[in-house]
């Protein structure tokens, strides 16, 4: 079972793959995660990296393709992937198409997390301060810029997945219970 956990920052994407994957033993791809991962380790691309997140911009497609893209491969996917925070652009979808047509996998569902901008900020703010702080781009101001990007460049993704037959959607507002239960109905229907 492969699966495209969607929506803005915040809406509990990260929560949610962590279940799915306990659940059904399925690889957590998180791009956020790898790319968290490259700046600690001070490689060449956490070097790129850093400035570009902590601004709240995007990365280069190149670079989160080619994480991706290694990752699937892995022994860790062989049962499927749950990606969270990719794709984000038309060019990252449409190497993901390509990239699963190679690699002879096929996407079983898009689940898109709906929630208010208002409740977002809130909400991330809340988490960085439980989490210590320890996020660069947790800041009042880039939470707003993060969300405006998402609305400008990854929400138009949505009639993609939607004209694929295979967008779902979950009211990413309810409780961390109701919403593993509400994917887990859609994951029932779609065949798991
Ligand atoms: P996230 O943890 O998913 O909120 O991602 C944190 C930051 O990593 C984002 O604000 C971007 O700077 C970068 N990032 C993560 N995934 C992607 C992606 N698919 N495309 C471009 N940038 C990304």
Redesign the pocket.
């Known amino acids: 079972m492969n699966l495209i956990l969607f929506g803005p ?1 915040g809406a509990g994407k990260g929560t949610q793959a962590e279940r799915l994957k306990a659940a059904h033993g399925l690889a957590h791809l ?4 790898m ?1 968290r991962a490259a700046v600690k380790a001070g490689t060449e691309l956490g070097k790129q990296a850093e400035a ?2 902590a601004a ?4 280069s497609d190149g670079i ?1 393709v080619g994480l991706v893209e290694e990752r699937i491969e892995q022994p860790e996917a062989a049962n499927g992937f749950i990606l969270d ?5 038309l060019p ?1 979808a449409e190497a993901l198409d390509r990239m699963l047509q190679k690699h002879g996998k096929e996407l079983d569902a898009v689940i898109e997390f709906a929630v208010d901008d208002d409740v977002l900020v809130e909400r991330v703010l809340r988490r960085a301060k439980e989490s210590g702080g320890s996020r660069a ?1 947790d800041t009042r101001e880039t939470v707003a810029y ?1 969300l405006t990007v998402y609305h400008k460049e990854t929400a138009p993704l949505l009639p993609y997945y939607g004209e694929k037959g295979i967008l779902h959607r979950v009211d990413g507002m309810a409780d961390i219970e109701t919403v593993t239960r509400e994917i887990q109905e859609i994951l029932d229907k779609t065949g798991d």
Do not use: C
């Open positions: 920052p998180s791009t956020g995660d790319l570009i997140m709240g911009k995007y990365v989160v925070g990719f794709p984000r652009t990252q781009d993060r």
